[in-house]
């Protein structure tokens, strides 16, 4: 009991010690005033407001959202066809994959944007292009282990080979048998690979820095100036993660419960 007891004070400790800084700032983001007091001595949409009326926030925001999304749409055209061959035809090669993977953990951002700089700022290729293309290499490891996992969870060089034994052929197999059973952990691994790219900061800021200013380029720049519109803005990004966080878990789900069936 004394055990329970001591190991339920440590978790809540901790919980406390992560939750904190988070829900201080958060209300931070709401305080009209909040200086010499344990609370904030006054509540105010007022920060909100002047965010959303900042057209330098919105298009910071736009410009993440079009970063990050194009680099997932175009990871989706492109990795997971190629992962879907190699694991259902060609497996010996997926060995291949698994190195890229660990080489992508291994780069520091530092590193990778100073060689990045290195070799494309002379040869006239716009930078945001060259930060696009290391976005897509950076989200392999979540793209391969989603559509990795999903294929296995099915056994879809089964699932293809059954369908084809039925009368379909090759591509009614592929896009109404395959796909709709294994899109859910794809979904998955394309939010959680966007929702990483949106918080990138170190590669954009050391590559192009304030010439395509995003929502984390924003943020460094007004936790200088405002210490309430820097929190609103953590308060906007948590609240996104949190609604993808959330999708994910649903489609998570969906996927498991595909596999059960």
């Keep these: 009991m004394k ?24 209300l931070y983001a709401f305080s009209s005033k909040w200086h010499k007091t344990v609370f904030p001595e006054g509540l105010t949409f007022k920060w909100l407001a002047t965010l959303f009326q900042d057209a330098a926030f919105m298009q910071a925001f736009g410009r993440s959202v079009l970063l990050s999304g194009g680099a997932v749409a175009i990871a989706l055209f ?7 061959v190699i694991v259902l035809y060609f497996p010996k090669y997926e060995k291949w994959i698994q190195v890229a993977v660990v080489m992508v953990y291994s780069f520091p951002g530092i590193i ?61 197999a592929f896009t109404k048998i395959l796909l709709p059973t294994v899109y859910p952990g794809l979904f998955a691994g394309a939010l959680l690979s966007f929702s990483v790219l949106f918080g ?15 929502v984390q380029i ?43 069936v």
């Excluded at 492109?78 to 879907?84: E, G």
């Excluded at 930078?127 to 976005?135: E, F, N, Q, S």
């Design 200 to 214: 990138e900061f170190v590669l954009i800021n050391l590559v192009v820095g304030s010439r395509f200013e995003t």
């Design 3 to 26: 055990k329970r007891n001591f190991a339920n004070s440590v978790f809540l400790l901790l919980m406390l010690y992560l939750l904190l800084p988070i829900v201080a700032t958060m």
């Design 78 to 84: 492109v990795i997971v066809p190629a992962i879907f």
């Design 112 to 172: 990778l944007a100073v060689g990045l700089i290195r070799v494309y700022s002379t040869i006239g290729v716009p930078m945001i292009l060259v930060v696009l293309g290391a976005y897509v290499i950076g989200i392999l490891p979540y793209i391969y282990q989603g559509t990795r996992n999903s294929l296995r969870n099915i056994d879809a060089k089964q699932l293809l080979d059954a369908a084809q034994l039925l009368g379909s052929t090759k591509r009614q």
């Design 218 to 260: 924003y943020l460094m720049k007004k936790l200088s100036t405002s210490g309430h519109i820097a929190s609103a803005v953590v308060f906007i990004y948590i609240v996104l993660m949190g609604l993808l966080t959330f999708a994910i878990a649903i489609l998570t789900n969906r996927s498991k419960g595909a596999t059960n």
